[in-house]
């Protein structure tokens, strides 16, 4: 058996929906987006971050400039950042096509990053005894997915995962994903409109992931903290960087235990100009439940902050 004796401190910062040069700012806070990645970023590496994981979203809708731009941003990092495709980083048919990149861009582009061919999910060791597994559900290759925000694994990149767990057998294996596997609020039910945060064959996945003893996943979409658990899976989901509270999660990952910290980002004017569009601004619910709503992505203090026991590998 092969015992991680070492503690490993690494950074999720998902979410950030870059928009460059965005008339308006809106709850996705695009005015601020470049000063809250790059600030989120520098506090990772201050804060002792040895790689930041990237659960997608890194651009408002796949327009080109965005992602040129977030390629730009993370290539001047000394971490390592890893990332992922999120539904707002591939086309959709309501989106001008020439205007906005379909999946089949996202690897190619983010070379470097983690992608290491033509496909967008991959797995890479970021320790002899800590492998990340990344899967991709923001779109499938003949873009299925384009009239929908939510997410699906194809019966190709099932199979791949399935290969690449039992192949990992010994090491600490750690799953990155954008859309949920686990419902993280009251309202997150399949055939809803928060049901779209939840992956569409989830169970297919979760199914993968218990056959071969995965303990950890660490996602996005959701814009809130929170952790869930089924079985000894514990998924563990971060607010949007750019979006209120502006967070980011420290993570550290010890033999048989995973602590997280979240941290709102530390400039209370921008928060609270966040918290302004978010309840105050154009949305697409009553004012009330948009205070619900800020508490709901706030996160409450155990899915902020934990330290949850792990079966030794």
């Known amino acids: 058996m092969n015992h991680q004796s070492e503690l490993t401190t690494f950074a999720i910062i998902t979410d950030p929906h870059l928009g ?12 601020h987006g470049e000063v809250l990645l790059r600030g989120h970023l520098r506090l990772a590496l201050e804060g002792g971050a ?9 651009t408002k809708d796949s327009e080109p400039w965005n992602h040129m731009a977030a390629r730009q941003i993370l290539s001047e990092q000394p971490l390592p950042v890893f990332v992922l ?47 990340l597994i990344a899967i991709n559900t923001a779109d499938t290759p003949d873009e299925s997915l384009v009239d929908t925000w939510g997410g699906r694994v194809d019966d190709e990149q099932l199979a791949w995962l399935d290969t690449e767990l039992a192949a990992s057998r010994g090491k600490r294996c750690i799953v990155m994903i954008h859309h949920n596997l686990l419902p993280h609020s009251r309202d997150d039910h399949e055939g809803t409109f928060w049901g779209h945060f939840l992956l569409q064959n989830r169970n297919d996945v979760l199914s993968i992931l218990e056959r071969h003893d995965v303990q950890l996943a660490f996602s996005g979409h959701h814009h809130v903290n929170n952790i869930a658990r089924h079985g000894d899976l514990y998924e563990i989901t971060t607010a949007g960087a750019t979006t209120y509270p502006c967070s980011h999660r420290f ?11 979240t941290v709102n980002f530390p400039d209370e004017q921008v928060v609270s100009v966040a918290l302004r569009e978010l309840t105050e601004g ?25 330290k949850l026991a792990l079966r030794r590998i």
């Open 20 to 31: 460059l040069d965005e008339s308006e700012n809106g709850w996705k806070m695009h005015q």
């Open 50 to 58: 040895e790689f930041v994981l990237m659960p997608g979203d890194l």
């Open 85 to 131: 495709p999120g539904n707002h980083d591939v086309r959709k048919s309501e989106l001008p096509a020439e205007a906005n990149w379909g999946i089949a861009k996202f690897a190619p582009f983010y070379q470097g990053f983690g992608p290491t061919g033509t496909h967008p999910y991959y797995s890479l060791d970021l320790k002899p005894s800590l492998r």
């Open 251 to 261: 993570v550290t990952l010890g033999p048989d235990f995973v602590q997280t910290r």
């Open 282 to 306: 154009p949305f697409h619910m009553p004012t009330g439940d948009r205070q619900e709503l800020a508490a709901v992505f706030h996160g409450r203090p155990e899915g902020r902050d934990a």
